[in-house]
């Protein structure tokens, strides 16, 4: 089983994070399954819908190259999800996702959820998320730190920016479980493999969920689904794959021209 991870960043701005990533990952990975590390250069470091946008697309184009490259899974490890509905389209293998798949398992584990992001700015991009989902009633509010994606990548090897990662989460976090918030979900694989280091973090009773080894195991269950039993996504309608020429036009005209 061959899955290509898209990350939003990329060795040469983030290494501590891509270091960890690497081994945090493989080692949740099944023995069979292969996966290849992909960023993005510029990464995604700030955060507004206009970066969002302009790396959504090139993970678009790469989920095409993917499926072109006899890739069995495609697993985009962003919690926005940005391009993740036009990426399934384009794709003929399964495409899977950070912030879907971390929304929809955390349903299993409380009736009330909780998202804690990195920056204000990123909190109505997640409630159009939670809205497109249809988790309104599951999901009950987001709230926000005050970190851009590039500030808090230097956790990693920053110590006291690490502290400071963990104090403002749950400083977000408590309000959110008094109000009635039964799982919390750090919005991010940056914030994610940070509190992994943290063995079993509970903040006021209420689990902190990784949703990395859940996206991998969704992506890894996907692909044996399809290769066992035909399962596929559906292309009527909602992800109907356009015709090669329409692909091959959008990976050929990166600049929208």
């Known amino acids: 089983m061959r899955i290509w991870y898209q990350s939003f960043a990329d060795n040469e701005s ?3 994070y891509w270091k960890s990533l690497q081994k945090f990952i493989e080692n949740f990975a099944g023995p069979e399954t292969e996966i290849t590390f992909k960023g993005i250069s510029p990464p995604d470091l700030y955060a ?9 697309r090139e993970a678009i184009a790469n989920a095409i190259v993917a499926s072109d490259e006899n890739y069995d899974g495609y697993l985009m490890g962003h919690f926005q999800d940005s391009g993740l509905y036009e990426a399934r389209a384009a794709a003929s ?3 899977v996702s950070l912030g879907e ?3 929809l398992y955390a349903c299993q584990y409380g009736q009330r959820i909780g998202i804690i992001t990195m920056n204000p700015r990123f909190i109505p991009y997640h409630k159009h998320q939670i809205r497109k989902y249809g988790l309104e009633d599951r999901v009950r509010d987001v709230h926000a730190m005050q970190f851009d994606p590039g500030q808090i990548l230097a956790a990693f090897d920053d110590a006291n920016r690490f502290d400071e990662v963990v104090e403002q989460f749950e400083a977000q976090a408590k309000p959110l479980v008094a109000a009635g918030v039964d799982v919390l979900i750090p919005a991010g694989g940056i914030p994610m493999l940070l509190l992994s280091k943290i063995s079993n973090l509970k903040i006021a009773g209420a689990p902190v969920l990784n949703g990395l080894p859940i996206a991998l195991r969704m ?7 399809r290769q066992k039993f035909g399962l596929e996504v559906s292309r009527t309608p909602e992800f109907v794959r356009p015709p090669r020429e329409v692909l091959d036009e959008f990976l050929n005209n990166p600049a929208g021209l």
């Open 14 to 16: 983030a290494p501590g």
């Open 48 to 56: 507004h819908a206009v970066s969002e946008w302009r790396c959504g």
């Open 93 to 95: 293998i399964p495409v």
């Open 101 to 103: 798949s971390s929304m």
């Open 219 to 225: 992506c890894e269950m996907a692909v044996e689904m």
